[in-house]
């Protein structure tokens, strides 16, 4: 059964930093497209980052390039989202997604079928 488990949500202050987990179970993370998402309240799931089928790389919204970075843990089967500097705008709820294949656009929700049940980031002073 093909499994999604997202951590490491939390409070923090505009600037600051936080390591999202998703944890994979039933399927290897590496042979699927993974992707990470997050929705705010009256707004809709917008894509933050995503594994593209080319090794080595990774798809990135404008709104987070330079700030998130997306990494791969092939033995934890484990897929991460360091989010630094942070902003107020940041807050959401992400998710974590695998695609329903390798093509379409990475970063559309379209294109992804199965979804964990998200952890809360919320970016306050």
């Known amino acids: 059964q093909v499994q999604l488990v997202e951590s490491g949500g939390g409070l923090v202050q505009p600037g600051g930093s936080l390591r999202l987990s998703c944890a994979a179970s039933?399927?290897?993370?590496?042979?699927?497209?993974i992707g990470w998402f997050r929705q705010a309240p009256g707004k809709e799931r917008e894509g933050v980052s995503c594994f593209s089928r080319t090794y080595g790389t990774i798809w990135y919204a404008d709104s987070v390039k330079g700030r998130f970075t997306m990494s791969r843990d092939n033995a934890k089967n484990t897929v991460f989202l360091q989010m630094n500097s942070l902003k107020l705008e940041d807050s959401a709820i992400y998710y974590c997604?695998?695609?329903?294949?390798?093509?379409?656009?990475?970063?559309?929700?379209?294109?992804?079928?199965?979804w964990g049940q998200g952890t809360q980031v919320t970016v306050s002073s």
């Open positions: 997604a695998i695609g329903k294949s390798w093509g379409g656009l990475c970063l559309n929700s379209a294109n992804f079928g199965s």
């Open positions: 039933g399927f290897t993370v590496n042979y699927r497209r």
